[in-house]
């Protein structure tokens, strides 16, 4: 899995918003990263997305593409160190 924040998919930001004056704002945002999902080494799709659970994600796509069946049809899965691309 990827290294999320502390807060599930959450990370810090900061920016200027108009509220009768301008204030500086500190809150949480939602971590967007592209993953890339391949099969047998072949890029099929890259999606933005949450960057947690990302084999389960792509083996939801997978299902849902009507590329596999089940789990019995996977033979191993490989998520990168960095979390952008699960083969």
Avoid at 8 to 18: M, N, T
Avoid at 33 to 46: D, F, H, K, P, T
Avoid at 57 to 82: C, Q
Wanted: proline share 2%; hydrophobic share 40%.
């Amino acid at each position: 899995m990827s290294e999320a924040g502390p807060n599930g998919g959450a990370v810090g930001a900061e920016w200027h918003e108009y509220r009768g004056r301008w204030e500086m704002v500190r809150a949480e945002v939602i971590e967007e990263a592209l993953v890339g999902i391949y099969v047998n080494g072949r890029e099929l799709a890259s999606i933005m997305c949450t960057p947690q659970d990302q084999v389960a994600l792509a083996l939801g796509f997978l299902k849902n593409e009507g590329r596999i069946d089940g789990l019995d049809d996977v033979a191993l899965t490989h998520l990168s160190r960095d979390g952008c691309c699960v083969d």
